[in-house]
């Protein structure tokens, strides 16, 4: 916060005039003062929750990150409202306790959260998150939404690969097109969860024809299980297992295992067909812009990430591909501070 816009004779304005020697010659009563007041400096909250993790982050209001923390799943379109709220407010509850801070001091909320605008939670998202956190100006986005936002640029597209994908971009003009996020029955091609499913019928069908199989090892040993109760997890709850899997193909395919490495361009492709239709629709294909990728599906295997690359610049030679410029919940994070006194400015959706 910008001492200028403390309230005057306030601790804070007292201690950054020290510190700039605007006091030149304090007496000692301004010193007892200075270090007998205690403040408490108000914080905001960040969310970047998905269909495997929820990320937080809890921000002071000068801008200094006071705490990271995880969570588990928070896409209410998978786990239901009830457990996407609670992983949210468990991951702000671990900020709040690492860093010594109560629920009182926070004033503002800004989450990315995937699945919310499907699941028409937003409403519900808000509401119940002010009752827990009283004094806080809350607003909640898609992960879409936000992590286009967070590019900072136009013309851009977002590519999200994590449990699930989609792909989102905008013109110069500011006009927007998306494709994916249709979830695991309609299918997500290219995400975790997907890639571990394609993986589970390629492991399937080698077991029948009697192959050995490095994956399927690989797989086995991580689930500590065998085949068969693997298939009953499955059954269960197939968020839990399928897109575990796919850090098992990545690193399968890095060791040489032929099917793996078949499989990851394979995912890719699909992947980059969601990107042609958006390059199409925004009549991107021959100018310049930047495209990001996000998620968990990036970063782990060359197989898959050259791949990808490789066929965007096919279909768009002049684009610059990168990660995003900043985690998605230190975006939130610093959109919620930068509006502690007014509204939280939503990202365009």
Same mark, same amino acid.
């Given at each position: 916060?910008?001492?200028?816009? @403390?309230?005057?004779?306030?601790?804070?304005?007292?201690?950054?005039?020290?510190?700039?020697?605007?006091?030149?010659?304090?007496?000692?009563?301004?010193?007892?003062? *200075?270090?007998?007041?205690?403040?408490?400096?108000?914080?905001?909250?960040?969310?970047?929750?998905?269909?495997?993790?929820?990320?937080?982050?809890?921000?002071?209001?000068?801008?200094?990150?006071?705490?990271?923390?995880?969570?588990?799943?928070?896409?209410?379109?998978? *786990?239901?409202?009830?457990?996407?709220?609670?992983?949210?407010?468990?991951?702000? +509850?671990?900020?709040?306790?690492?860093?010594?801070?109560?629920?009182?001091?926070?004033?503002?909320?800004?989450?990315?959260?995937?699945?919310?605008?499907?699941?028409?939670?937003?409403?519900?998202?808000?509401?119940?998150?002010?009752?827990?956190?009283?004094?806080?100006?809350?607003?909640?986005?898609?992960?879409?939404?936000?992590?286009?936002?967070?590019?900072? +640029?136009?013309?851009?597209?977002?590519?999200?690969?994590?449990?699930?994908?989609?792909?989102?971009?905008?013109?110069?003009?500011?006009?927007?097109?998306?494709?994916?996020?249709?979830?695991?029955?309609?299918?997500?091609?290219?995400?975790?969860?997907?890639?571990?499913?394609?993986?589970?019928?390629?492991?399937?069908?080698?077991?029948?024809?009697?192959?050995?199989?490095?994956?399927?090892?690989?797989?086995?040993?991580?689930?500590? @299980?065998?085949?068969?109760?693997?298939?009953?997890?499955?059954?269960?709850?197939?968020?839990?297992?399928?897109?575990?899997?796919?850090?098992?193909?990545?690193?399968?395919?890095?060791?040489?295992?032929?099917?793996?490495?078949?499989?990851?361009?394979?995912?890719?492709? +699909?992947?980059?067909?969601?990107?042609?239709?958006?390059?199409?629709?925004?009549?991107?294909? +021959?100018?310049?812009?930047?495209?990001?990728?996000?998620?968990?599906?990036?970063?782990?295997?060359?197989?898959?990430?050259?791949?990808?690359?490789?066929?965007?610049?096919?279909?768009?030679?002049?684009?610059?591909?990168?990660?995003?410029?900043?985690?998605?919940?230190?975006?939130?994070?610093?959109?919620?501070?930068?509006?502690?006194?007014?509204?939280?400015?939503?990202?365009?959706?």
């Amino acid at each position: 916060m910008d001492s200028d816009s @403390c309230r005057k004779g306030s601790p804070l304005q007292l201690v950054a005039s020290l510190s700039t020697g605007a006091i030149q010659r304090p007496n000692t009563a301004v010193f007892r003062l *200075v270090i007998a007041y205690p403040f408490h400096m108000r914080c905001v909250l960040g969310f970047d929750g998905g269909g495997t993790k929820t990320e937080c982050v809890l921000m002071d209001e000068s801008g200094g990150i006071l705490a990271r923390s995880r969570s588990g799943p928070s896409n209410p379109t998978r *786990v239901g409202v009830d457990a996407a709220l609670a992983a949210l407010i468990e991951a702000a +509850e671990k900020a709040l306790t690492a860093s010594s801070q109560s629920v009182s001091e926070v004033v503002g909320i800004y989450g990315a959260v995937a699945g919310v605008g499907t699941a028409r939670a937003t409403p519900e998202f808000i509401r119940r998150l002010k009752l827990k956190f009283p004094n806080a100006n809350v607003a909640i986005d898609t992960d879409l939404a936000v992590s286009l936002a967070a590019i900072g +640029e136009k013309p851009s597209i977002v590519v999200i690969a994590g449990t699930g994908s989609a792909v989102f971009g905008t013109d110069a003009s500011g006009s927007t097109a998306r494709d994916g996020g249709f979830g695991p029955v309609l299918g997500d091609p290219g995400s975790a969860y997907e890639n571990g499913r394609k993986a589970l019928v390629m492991e399937s069908r080698r077991l029948l024809s009697g192959e050995v199989s490095y994956l399927r090892n690989e797989i086995l040993g991580a689930f500590k @299980c065998n085949w068969v109760d693997l298939q009953d997890q499955i059954r269960a709850n197939p968020d839990s297992v399928l897109p575990k899997i796919f850090p098992l193909v990545t690193r399968a395919a890095n060791e040489g295992d032929e099917s793996a490495r078949v499989l990851l361009p394979s995912a890719a492709r +699909e992947l980059s067909e969601f990107v042609a239709r958006v390059v199409d629709r925004l009549k991107l294909g +021959e100018g310049k812009f930047f495209l990001a990728k996000t998620g968990g599906v990036f970063g782990r295997s060359p197989f898959f990430d050259n791949a990808f690359d490789k066929l965007v610049l096919e279909i768009a030679p002049k684009a610059k591909i990168g990660p995003l410029p900043a985690p998605v919940a230190d975006f939130c994070a610093r959109a919620a501070r930068d509006c502690l006194d007014g509204p939280v400015r939503r990202a365009e959706s």
